[in-house]
């Protein structure tokens, strides 16, 4: 096990992993931007360090920077958390050339997973079915036009590298497809400093389910059930839930089987998260994988009793995981709201500005895990969630009657939130009869959502 | 407003500091949210928009340094003095830290909100550098080198590290000697490349805050300048404070 790690990230995600540090009697120095010097994870840290101003670019994006930290504070691994530098192959083989350790996978396993289009490829040959799209990544217009021609109209424009939905456009026309490209491009360039796009066919009505699986070194992989994150708007997940509504426990075993048995295949090491497309007759596609701790993994967490972030940073010390298949057992229905600095009834832009007041929510199956303290000043430079508040009961059905009474019981004061759209959800009957749809949220518009649930 | 958190005071090498020990450096007075939200505003123009298109416009002009102000805000983008003309490089590559008046204003290790002290300290920006407001706890006690976590007052600024590693002073850069702002002080090693500590203003070099060879992180107290000139006023305050 490691002796030291360095934290490279903020927020919730900083404090989840220092917590899984201390469980695991590990020491952690929290790493931090100027605009984070008053954060909790900073406060509660065995040690913290800043590594530069509050441009993440210059922090948190740092390689350098990072890694110095790491070495000047004696750390021997640094944990990325997500986002940031959780993905980057690169980052990863320089954190290893300084004889520290990357926690998640290996550079070269990250090199391997880094393109979304070679990926598709190399887990459809592997026996998992993938949806029909162009053969490769896009040469160029004409290249597009006729690979749009042959895979079929509506089609979806995604970026090979990055995610979050940045870069992917929905066309319904080759013109549509020929005025979209550009931006497409630009877009992904901007984001993910890589250009190349790849086609798949649009699926009208499709669901979001994932399956986390955990690898270790020695080649031995588990899965540890899916997760369900059809409840998004503009590609961005905002209410997660497991198990998924959507497929019978045959089905759901059988996705997750056929999951684990591809990616150990592929060689993959470490936690990870595959991602699939179900359609209206329980058709599953696989579409890309996250090769990080992802946002949601507390669902899994509460339902299996398995610490996910304990497990990665074992599985990256070198340990066998330790336990398997047979051993998890997955109980009862688990739900995460992602609570957002973000004004629904304006187009959810997000705020920033000083938390007043804030009272976490409690009871039975009530987790909250979030950074906020009253007197905390949300900095306007990242992303704007304030926490995440996962909600476990034996059924769905109790499940979501726990959830209206802890969302009700959250107070954040001095900012703006968005617990109205989850609140509209349950109430809404998509949701509760299960029924979710990735573009639902979009089509309907999310201020019909909300005056919708209002009446009810 | 919160209780400063500790936290904010850690350094690398050291550990907690004792609880309930009083934050040097901040403005104490509550702020309400408008305000704080005009700041973040006016924090994410002066990055974006304002600080680059300064420094063009400084760079193509053939002045020595440019100021502007809006409400509780200003800002003023000068020149390396003359000496350092080799020094364009820090200009052009890193604006958010390259100007003395921007990087020096309030105490070091918060760039933010020393240019909110830059408003509560109102009356003593201009006094002499847009570096030398008066938001740090001490008077002109004479306390010695207590420098106050970069806080500045009118008798000295703080050269402050420039990112995560360690540093190295130049063996030529003892107390006493006068540097000119943007003369080189040492450098911080960062995976084996220098990054380097410049004086944030004109003066003399006064006390080192870290040894050479110790990890700092960023925006760290390295080096204190005494600020030359003016020794009737400094006379003065002393005679008050006292």
Same mark, same amino acid.
């Given at each position: ?29 929290? !790493? ?15 040690? !913290?360090?800043?590594? %530069? ?29 997500? #986002?940031?530098?959780?993905? /980057? ?25 880094? @393109? ?17 799209? @162009? ?16 895979? #079929? ?8 590298? %990055? %995610? ?56 031995? #992989? ?7 994150? @059809? ?49 209206? /007759? ?131 004061? %001095? ?38 649930? !209002?009446?009810? | ?35 704080? *939200? ?8 002066? &990055? ?7 420094? *063009? ?60 002290? *830059? ?31 970069? &806080? ?83 006379? &003065?305050?002393?005679?008050? &404070?006292?």
């Amino acid at each position: 096990m490691f002796r030291k790690i360095l934290i490279a990230n903020r927020g919730e995600i900083a404090l989840r992993v220092l917590r899984a540090c201390r469980t695991l009697g590990v020491e952690a120095v929290v !790493a931090y931007s100027e605009a984070d010097r008053d954060s909790l994870p900073v406060q509660l840290a065995d040690e !913290a360090i800043c590594i %530069g101003p509050a441009d993440a670019r210059r922090s948190y994006l740092s390689a350098p920077a990072v890694i110095s930290a790491a070495i000047v504070t004696g750390c021997d691994a640094i944990h990325p958390g997500y #986002g940031f530098l959780s993905e /980057d192959d690169g980052f990863a083989e320089v954190v290893r050339a300084h004889d520290l350790t990357f926690i998640g996978p290996p550079a070269n396993v990250l090199e391997r997973f880094a @393109s979304k289009e070679a990926t598709r490829r190399l887990l459809g040959s592997l026996g998992l079915p993938t949806i029909p799209g @162009s053969n490769g990544i896009l040469r160029d217009d004409d290249h597009a036009l006729a690979e749009g021609e042959r895979v #079929g109209y509506p089609l979806l424009i995604k970026p090979a590298a %990055g %995610g979050g939905g940045k870069g992917m456009r929905m066309v319904r026309t080759p013109r549509e497809l020929e005025a979209s490209l550009n931006v497409c491009r630009s877009e992904a360039r901007a984001a993910f400093g890589d250009d190349s796009l790849y086609l798949e066919r649009w699926l009208d009505e499709t669901r979001h389910v994932e399956v986390q699986v955990a690898v270790d070194r020695y080649g031995r #992989g588990v899965h540890l059930g899916e997760r369900d994150c @059809s409840v998004q708007r503009r590609h961005q997940k905002i209410l997660e839930e497991g198990p998924t509504p959507a497929l019978s426990l045959e089905a759901r075993q059988e996705l997750c089987t056929r999951a684990v048995r591809a990616i150990v295949s592929a060689g993959y090491e470490n936690v990870g998260t595959l991602e699939f497309l179900v359609d209206r /007759d329980g058709g599953f596609y696989f579409i890309e994988i996250n090769c990080r701790i992802q946002v949601e993994h507390p669902v899994t967490e509460l339902l299996t009793g398995i610490d996910l972030v304990a497990t990665q940073i074992r599985i990256a010390a070198g340990e066998p995981i330790g336990f398997s298949q047979s051993d998890i057992v997955t109980r009862g229905h688990a739900i995460e709201f992602r609570i957002n600095a973000e004004d629904p009834e304006r187009e959810f832009r997000p705020a920033a500005g000083v938390v007043e007041r804030y009272l976490p929510p409690g009871g039975p199956g009530v987790r909250m895990d979030s950074h906020l303290f009253a007197g905390y000043e949300v900095p306007p430079f990242y992303d704007s969630l304030l926490g995440k508040l996962i909600v476990w009961a034996p059924t769905r059905e109790a499940a979501i009657e726990r959830s209206r009474v802890a969302l009700g019981e959250l107070l954040v004061e %001095g900012l703006v939130t968005n617990v109205p759209i989850h609140q509209a959800l349950l109430a809404s009957e998509a949701f509760l009869e299960g029924r979710m749809t990735t573009n639902l949220l979009d089509r309907v518009g999310s201020s019909a959502f909300l005056a919708a649930a !209002a009446r009810a | 407003m919160p209780e400063e958190p500790r936290a904010a005071e850690r350094r690398p090498a050291e550990g907690r500091p004792p609880a309930g020990r009083p934050a040097a450096g901040r403005p104490a007075e509550g702020r309400i949210a408008e305000e704080r *939200a005009a700041d973040h505003a006016a924090i994410e123009r002066l &990055a974006d928009d304002l600080v680059p298109a300064l420094i *063009a416009k400084l760079s193509a002009s053939g002045l020595g340094e440019i100021e502007v102000g809006e409400d509780r805000w200003t800002v003023r983008v000068r020149r390396p003095a003359d000496g350092a003309s080799g020094q364009s490089r820090r200009s052009s590559e890193r604006p958010s830290r390259s100007q003395p008046g921007h990087a020096g204003h309030g105490h070091a290790p918060g760039g933010f909100e020393g240019h909110r002290s *830059a408003r509560d300290g109102g009356g003593s920006r201009t006094a002499t550098h847009a570096s030398s407001n008066g938001s740090g706890p001490e008077g002109g006690d004479g306390s010695g080198h207590r420098a106050g976590d970069g &806080a500045s007052n009118g008798h000295r600024v703080v050269a402050t590290s420039p990112a995560v590693g360690v540093f190295q002073p130049r063996a030529e850069m003892t107390p006493g000697t006068r540097v000119r702002s943007g003369d080189r002080l040492g450098a911080v090693d960062v995976l084996g490349i220098p990054e380097e500590v410049v004086a944030p203003s004109d003066g003399i070099i006064g006390a080192s805050l870290v040894e050479p060879g110790q990890a700092v992180e960023y925006g760290q107290d390295l080096v204190i300048i005494e600020l030359a000139g003016r020794p009737a006023e400094r006379a &003065a305050e002393r005679g008050s &404070a006292g």
